[in-house]
């Protein structure tokens, strides 16, 4: 129109770039793809951070509990605790040694046995069932002393109940000092998953594979608590020269976790009852 060209030419400039052209259009939204994208990562990183640092700390809870029982009592938690704790021959398995320490009032937490971001809970829970509030029955007469304790049926489960971490039981013979003179390469537990067989030992299970058996975070690695509370992460134990942890009372490495642990595998890790297996004497956790 004849009054448009009496305008400023920053007016005219102005309504010329009124809207975005196609390919301003095509350059913005390829821009805010990116940001989403890295948005997302930064998301997933955070998530998984805090899965980390849930699993370190139950695993530290547990190592902590571990050791003051020891302190006090004057030994590990060795078979015969489990069969007195279970009230009958125990089936050996890790909800057991999870309730001595809580019959001992040294750890009660559902929680740092049974990790909310693991996927057998998070099914287990889909599956209509409910997480159990205690670990251990325990009754008291008038005077507060205990006069029965058992591990919950709750928490045992008839089926499997999942649990995300795998723990350490002594041969009978075993003593405080068989564990403490190397605290801090005595591994107590760690998180679900990790390989002890011939089956490519030393590393985490991927879920998809073996569900029972498969680790709380993947294939990608797990943690492993010693007995001096530190927790150390690992995408695998190494093979050959490489391996990472060392064999008990010897200076050879190995990746077989039980062969960390004092009386050459008399002192075992335990996962549950209905995925253990035995190996010429030596009980596998994680093995397929």
């Not at 971490?165 to 998180?191: K, L, M, R």
């Not at 498969?214 to 093979?239: M, R």
Request: aromatic share 10%.
């Amino acid at each position: 129109m004849e009054w448009e060209k009496s305008l400023p030419l920053s007016e005219k400039i102005r309504r010329k770039r009124d809207g975005f052209s196609l390919v301003e259009m095509v350059v913005i939204l390829t821009i805010l793809g990116i940001l989403m994208s890295v948005a997302f990562q930064g998301v997933n990183s955070l998530g998984e951070a805090a899965r980390k640092a849930k699993a370190i700390s139950s695993l530290k809870a547990i190592a902590n509990a571990y050791r003051q029982y020891m302190e006090d009592t004057g030994h590990p938690i060795r078979w015969k605790e489990l069969d007195e704790i279970a009230a009958g021959p125990s089936g050996y398995d890790a909800t057991l040694i999870a309730a001595v320490l809580a019959k001992g009032g040294y750890l009660n937490a559902v929680e740092a046995w049974t990790w909310d971001f693991d996927y057998r809970v998070k099914k287990y829970i889909t599956d209509g069932n409910s997480l159990p509030a205690k670990i251990c029955d325990i009754q008291r007469d008038g005077t507060g002393k205990i006069t029965s304790a058992k591990v919950s049926a709750n928490f045992r489960g008839k089926n499997g109940f999942p649990i995300s971490v795998c723990a350490v039981v002594a041969a009978n013979t075993c003593t405080n000092d068989d564990f403490f003179n190397n605290a801090g390469e005595i591994p107590i537990a760690y998180s679900r998953g990790l390989r002890d067989g011939n089956t490519t030992p030393g590393t985490w299970a991927d879920g998809k594979i073996n569900f029972d058996l498969g680790g709380v975070l993947g294939s990608k690695g797990g943690f492993i608590v010693f007995l001096d509370g530190h927790v150390e992460w690992y995408n695998n134990l190494g093979t050959g020269d490489k391996c990472t942890l060392r064999k008990y009372g010897t200076t050879a490495m190995t990746n077989k976790i039980y062969e960390a642990l004092p009386k050459g595998g008399n002192s075992i890790v335990l996962t549950q009852s209905l995925v253990l297996s035995w190996k010429g004497g030596v009980l596998d956790c994680g093995t397929f």
